[in-house]
């Protein structure tokens, strides 16, 4: 399982090909992708806590990156994880680098979560996330880095480093790795051939800020040819409730970035000059290359130890990231950029590429490699009393038959599929994700997100995103966290055709002849995902 953090979808294989991604665009070669995934919140931690326990915010209330999901309430304890729910399946279970948020639950010493694995977790020596956004120690190159007040690193794009990657927290997760599995294939030569099971999650910080790489990745965007947003886009929504805009406060709490800022005047009406946003694009572009290659290290030591042939490979990014899209840097918004991920799934035997339209969510990840793995697949969480107390279900569902539409040959791991016959379909027809707290319309609110299909009088079909944004009940009783739904809607919904304004310049929600659709949507949001139907 590769997490990596602050992925958006680039690459070749999720339609983003000025970002070289070769090994990642590899593994695809051979993959179910899905390129409409999306998180269930914007934030690494919130995401990572709903993605690890298959449950989402309202049910973990972690809402904010510092929560830990199993002490959120006391029947919390008992909740099974996803490496968890290997480890009780026989497998052996290791963890490196970024799966939880670190230091949420168990801290670092105990391996994050330490219930999950089976040998002692590895943090490169410095853990976090090559930031010191949250004023703790995030990046460990040895070379000098350019710091301000407080120790704090001032730049986000002038980091390309005359270092290799070995000396970075990713370059020595990566090498982790590969040593754990050449220990493993090593182990499985010495018993005739036998591989006992084995769950590796592998998180890699890049490209979350700083986006700190050696100066061969930057090397691979001469500043020139890095493309702009288009000009449609380099502003906040049109016709957005009051709010909406997110202020990047991440992205300019770095100290080179305060001073661009401010000498461009930049704002929500305001966007970065077309040198600056060159500057930052093509450092998110480096630092994703940089990431990738670390990938490919895993990848490569998966081939040459054999253990490719009975493995399942699983990739995704936390949350999506803007890249100057809506006047954005960052994530911590609502709108798609934000929220859309890259999301795949190899098999052994895999032939060819599968490309999925269909909607996934990443809490659909722990019951679709339960299903691939061959091992008992958590039931879907039935009600919210099921979701909130039982120790192992699923607020996902499984997206294992849109994997197995390939063909498979000469696979040697059988357990989770075998024989079994190639089922069409496999995807889900909606998405769900929220994000707050943000004041909008004049009041603090959480907004809610759809993502779905609707079609027009003459069904030709369109992909929408539809948001409402209301007040959140969030007391430490027993009452479900949740939204407070509104009758009156006015200037608090959004409505775009993605289909048509794929980066949601423009609300149309209240536009001539909308009222009757954004009742529909609004009724299909507030019956949730028990209402979609799970995939076949």
């Known amino acids: 399982m590769l997490a990596v953090d602050d992925l958006r979808p680039v690459g070749s294989a999720f339609g983003e090909p000025e970002v070289l ?3 990642i665009d590899k593994l695809a070669a051979r993959a179910t992708i899905f390129r409409e995934a999306y998180v269930q919140a914007s934030t ?9 326990t298959s449950r989402r915010p309202d049910t973990t209330q972690v809402i904010r990156n510092e929560g830990c999901p199993f002490r959120t309430q006391p029947e919390h304890a008992k909740w099974v994880s996803l490496p968890q729910h290997f480890r009780l399946q026989g497998f052996s279970t290791f963890g490196m680098g970024k799966v939880w948020h670190p230091n949420v639950c168990d801290g670092a010493a105990a391996g994050e979560h330490a219930d999950d694995w089976s040998s002692p977790y590895y943090h490169a020596p410095c853990i976090s996330l090559g930031s010191i956004f949250n004023h703790t120690c995030y990046e460990s190159y040895p070379g000098p880095l350019p710091e301000g007040p407080g120790g704090k690193v001032t730049s986000i794009y002038g980091n390309n480093t005359p270092g290799s990657a070995e000396d970075m927290p990713d370059g020595m997760i990566a090498a982790r790795a590969v040593s754990t599995l050449q ?3 090593t182990r499985a030569g010495k018993a005739d051939g036998d591989v006992a099971p084995f769950f590796l999650a592998v998180g ?3 490209p979350h800020l700083p986006h700190i790489a050696p100066q061969e990745f930057f090397d691979l965007y001469p500043l020139d040819n890095v493309s702009l947003p288009d000009n449609a886009s380099r502003h906040a929504p049109q016709g957005a409730p009051a709010g909406v ?4 406060g991440e992205f300019r ?7 661009v800022c401010s000498a461009e005047h930049f704002s929500q009406s305001r966007p970065l000059s077309d040198a600056s946003t060159r500057l930052q694009r093509r450092a998110y572009y480096a630092a994703a290359s940089f990431a990738d290659a670390q990938i490919g290290k895993v990848l ?3 081939e040459t130890t054999g253990l490719a042939n009975s493995t399942v490979v699983c990739l995704f990014g936390d949350h999506g990231w803007h890249v100057g899209e809506n006047n954005e840097w960052a994530k911590h918004t609502s709108m798609t950029w934000a929220n859309r991920v890259p999301l795949l799934f190899a098999v052994p035997g895999g032939d060819g590429k599968v490309v999925s339209n269909s909607f996934a969510e990443l809490v659909d990840i722990m019951p679709t490699l339960a299903e691939l793995a061959g091992v008992s697949v958590p039931p879907r969480c039935a009600n919210d009393q099921m979701s909130a107390n039982s120790s192992s279900c699923t607020e996902g569902a499984s997206l294992a038959s849109a994997v197995l539409t390939q063909e498979l040959h000469g696979a040697s791991f059988t357990a989770g599929w075998g024989d079994r016959p190639s089922q069409g379909g496999g995807g889900k027809s909606a998405a769900f994700s929220q994000w707050g707290f943000k004041k909008v319309a004049g009041v603090s609110r959480m907004g809610y997100n759809l993502y779905t299909h609707i079609q027009d009088t003459r069904g030709v079909a369109s992909q929408v995103r539809y948001t409402e944004w209301v007040t959140y009940r969030s007391n430490s009783g027993k009452v479900p966290h949740g939204p407070e739904w509104q009758d009156d809607l006015t200037g608090i919904v959004e409505l775009y055709n993605r289909t048509g304004d794929l980066n949601e310049n423009a609300n149309i929600a209240t536009a001539p002849g909308m009222q009757g659709l954004v009742k529909e949507l609004s009724n299909q949001l507030h019956a949730g995902w028990r209402a979609v139907r799970p995939p076949l």
Do not use: F, I, M
């Not at 690494?44 to 690890?52: A, F, I, K, N």
């Not at 805009?245 to 990047?248: I, L, R, V």
């Not at 709490?253 to 001073?259: A, E, G, K, L, T």
């Open 183 to 185: 220990e493993l294939a």
């Open 253 to 259: 709490s770095y100290h080179d970035v305060q001073q």
């Open 21 to 23: 991604t070769p090994n």
């Open 44 to 52: 690494c931690g919130v995401s990572r806590s709903s993605l690890l």
């Open 245 to 248: 805009w997110n202020g990047c």
């Open 204 to 206: 890699l910080h890049k």
């Open 300 to 302: 490569g030591a998966l």
